[in-house]
């Protein structure tokens, strides 16, 4: 028992420790000095060339219309649904439930 608890904190020490180097490298990196990088001359793109129009220029027909539906007046009466006669439910009757007596607490040994 004694030997899996010397392990476990030997294995804490040693990750604690090689974790140190990595912060010692990144405070070197962070106290540097940035690297100068040299102005690069910006290339000049070429001018884009013109769309030719391909759409032919001309009369566009008018939309068709769409011809008016006569409106009904009246509407049509609805159709009647039969009524469905069920026989009587049979009256269901609860069981009756014992009551449960409540125990009294017991006196208690001092006065207040």
Same mark, same amino acid.
């Given at each position: ?10 294995? @804490? ?29 910006? /290339?000049?793109? /070429? ?24 409106? #009904? ?16 439910? %049979? ?6 439930? %014992?009551?449960?007596? @409540?125990?009294?607490?017991? #006196? ?5």
């Amino acid at each position: 028992m004694a030997y899996h608890n010397s392990f476990v904190v030997a294995l @804490f020490i040693v990750i604690s420790l090689s974790s140190m180097d990595y912060g010692l490298a990144g405070r070197g990196l962070l106290q540097t000095t940035q690297p100068v990088i040299p102005n690069l001359p910006k /290339p000049t793109l /070429p001018p884009l060339p013109s769309l030719p129009n391909l759409l032919p220029q001309g009369n566009v027909p008018p939309l068709p219309t769409i011809p008016k539906l006569p409106q #009904p007046t009246t509407l049509p009466p609805l159709p009647s649904v039969p009524q469905i006669n069920l026989p009587p439910l %049979p009256a269901g009757s609860l069981p009756n439930i %014992p009551s449960i007596p @409540f125990l009294s607490p017991p #006196p208690s040994s001092t006065s207040p």
